[in-house]
C-alpha cells in the first residue's frame, strides 16, 4: 500500500490549459529544485513553455488533492531538447515557496548512474491513468517494470543499442506501464532500503502501426536518463554532483 512516507520526494504538476488541466510528475531534488520531463512545461497551443506563475507543484501526500503547492518561479528546459524527435526530454523547475523538507513525507531524492541492463528491475511511481482512456489517479500507484530488451527497443529507430546514452526503453511489461499523467515522473531503482531515480518518464512508442496504448505487449516506454545530464543538473541547480547522486 503507498502511503505519505512510501515516496517523499514525489511532486505533482499542475498547469491549466483551456478547459483542462496539464498534469504531470516531478521528483524534488533539494527545497527549491524538481526534476521533471521538458515536455510537461511546453504549451501545446504556442510550442513555448508556460508562463511560470501558471505551474503549481505539490508534494507531502499521495493525494492528489492534499498537497503542500507552491508555484514555479523559472523553469529551465534542457537548451537541446527537441520536442519533435523528443530527445533531451528533461527540465528543472525552481519553487518560488522552497518546500520545507522533514523525514516523513517531504524529502529529497538522489539520482542512480547504475548502468541499464536487460531485465534490471525498476519502479513506475505516478498519479497516472491506469486504463488508457481512463482518468489520473487520486492516490499515488506504483509498478514494476523490467528495462529493455535492448534488441527491442532499437527497434524504434532511436539509436539505442545499449540504452546507455540520454535515454532508454522499457518494454515487453504487458498490463504494467506507465501511462497519461505520469509523464515527468521518475522511473526508480531501489538501491538497499532506498529509492534512487534513473529515469524520466517521457514517451511511449508502437512496434505495430497501432496506435501506442499503456500496457500493451507491443509497447515500449522510453525514459530521459538524468545521469546523463549530472553536469547540467549541478550546473542549474547548484547542488553539487556527489550530493545529486547520494555519495
Known amino acids: 500500500m503507498v502511503t505519505d512516507r512510501s515516496f517523499p ?3 505533482e504538476i499542475t498547469i491549466p490549459l483551456g478547459g483542462g488541466v496539464v498534469f504531470c510528475g516531478g521528483s524534488l531534488l533539494s527545497t527549491n529544485y524538481v ?3 521538458a515536455h510537461c ?3 501545446p497551443n504556442t510550442s513555448r513553455p508556460f508562463d511560470p506563475e501558471t505551474v503549481t507543484l505539490g508534494t507531502g501526500s499521495n493525494n492528489i488533492q492534499q498537497p503542500i503547492t507552491s508555484l514555479a518561479d523559472t523553469l529551465t528546459l534542457h537548451p537541446q ?3 519533435k524527435a523528443s530527445i533531451h526530454d528533461i527540465a528543472l523547475v ?3 515557496k522552497p518546500f520545507r523538507l522533514n523525514l516523513i513525507n517531504t524529502r529529497a531524492v538522489t539520482l542512480s548512474d547504475r548502468p541499464i541492463s536487460d531485465g534490471l528491475i525498476l519502479l513506475v511511481v505516478g498519479w497516472g491513468r491506469t486504463q488508457f482512456n481512463g482518468t489520473v489517479a487520486d492516490g499515488l500507484r506504483q509498478v514494476n517494470v523490467t528495462a529493455g530488451p535492448a534488441r527491442d527497443c532499437a527497434k524504434s529507430g532511436y539509436g539505442l543499442g545499449d540504452q546507455q546514452g540520454s535515454m532508454f526503453c522499457t518494454a515487453r511489461n504487458e498490463n504494467r506501464d506507465a501511462c497519461k499523467g505520469d509523464s515527468g515522473g521518475p522511473l526508480l531503482y531501489q538501491d538497499g532500503g532506498s529509492y534512487q531515480v534513473v529515469g524520466i518518464s517521457s514517451f511511449r512508442y508502437s512496434l505495430t502501426d497501432r496506435a501506442p496504448v499503456c500496457g500493451s505487449k507491443d509497447m515500449l ?3 530521459t536518463r538524468p545521469s ?3 553536469n547540467w543538473i ?3 541547480t547548484n547542488i553539487p554532483k556527489t550530493r545529486l547522486l547520494g555519495k
Open 9 to 11: 520526494f514525489m511532486v
Open 35 to 37: 526534476l521533471t520531463a
Open 41 to 43: 512545461l511546453i504549451d
Open 81 to 83: 531538447y527537441d520536442p
Open 94 to 96: 525552481r519553487l518560488a
Open 221 to 223: 516506454t522510453f525514459y
Open 228 to 230: 546523463f545530464y549530472l
Open 234 to 236: 549541478a550546473k542549474v
